[in-house]
């Protein structure tokens, strides 16, 4: 795929997509690192494999399968990407933010982003799970925007506002959820941190961080969010803790992407619940447009 990508682009593949299935999803959602069976929720699947969708970028990284499943959650119509493109495989970033924009066109008005991350909060534990409230965009803040370039006015003004974009309500929701689930004692709120990878951060990095205040860290995320909100969609996200970053010079502990999948499985039963009645909480309405 070249490197500049024109709205003819999200275009051909959206309507490709449309031609192929019968569903029109109002809700997107990407799975994070180990998390793609969120997909599994889904009733009525159309599946397919990036490589069959034109003008789809590949997943590389173990742990996302790399197909893009339509199909109903409590009767509400969702497209899910088991697999998302990251910056440290070697895609630029529009290619990394790509589906994004092919789901705008789609029709899709909320966005759900899932991720495996690393907490710098001390009172955080593995296992936890993080409904992100701010996100830092460490690459985005040193000029690696995927917003970079000319603006399409057709998705989103030039100088799009990034504060509040996760959305309050929908937090409120999941909390809410997680109670009545009965979780809520491995449910926090904070801010994620995207950094680039692939990796993991050096124990001088993780203790700027933790000045900085952010709560987990990540290597994806803040680009989609970024272009969701550029084109207006609603955004909620989850942070799936599955390591405790190393900050001391004592700690003899170190992180490896094997373990940060094994703890993804630990809490699939609870992150495919909270989504699926996350969704069917929703106020969106299958059948317009
Ligand atoms: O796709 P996500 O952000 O969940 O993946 C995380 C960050 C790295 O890609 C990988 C490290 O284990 O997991």
Known sequence: MKDQICYDDYQKTASWLLSQT????????????????????????????YSDIPG??????????????????????????????????GHSLCKTTFPVRVFKLLGVETLIVTNAAG?????????DIMIIKD???????????????PNDDKFGPRFPPMSGVYDKDLRKIAFDLCKSMGVSQFVQEGVYCMVGGPNFESIAEARLLHRLGVDAVGMSTAPEVVV??????RVFGLSLITNKVVKSYDDTESVN????????????????MLVTELVSRMDINNNTG
């Open 257 to 272: 992407h094997e373990a940060v999948l094994e703890v993804s499985k630990l809490r699939s039963q609870t992150l495919k």
């Open 22 to 49: 019968q569903h029109r999803p109002k809700v997107a959602i990407i799975c994070g690192s180990g998390l793609g069976m969120l997909a599994d929720a889904l009733k009525c699947q159309d599946s397919f494999p």
């Open 56 to 89: 789809f970028p590949q997943s590389t990284v173990q742990g996302h399968a790399g197909r893009l499943v339509f199909g109903e959650l409590k009767g509400k119509t969702c497209v899910c990407m088991q697999g998302r493109f990251h910056m440290y495989e």
């Open 119 to 127: 907490s710098l909060a001390d009172n955080y534990q593995v296992g």
């Open 135 to 149: 996100h830092i965009n460490f690459p985005g803040l040193a000029g690696l925007n995927p917003l970079n370039g």
């Open 228 to 233: 969701a909100t550029h084109c207006g969609m």
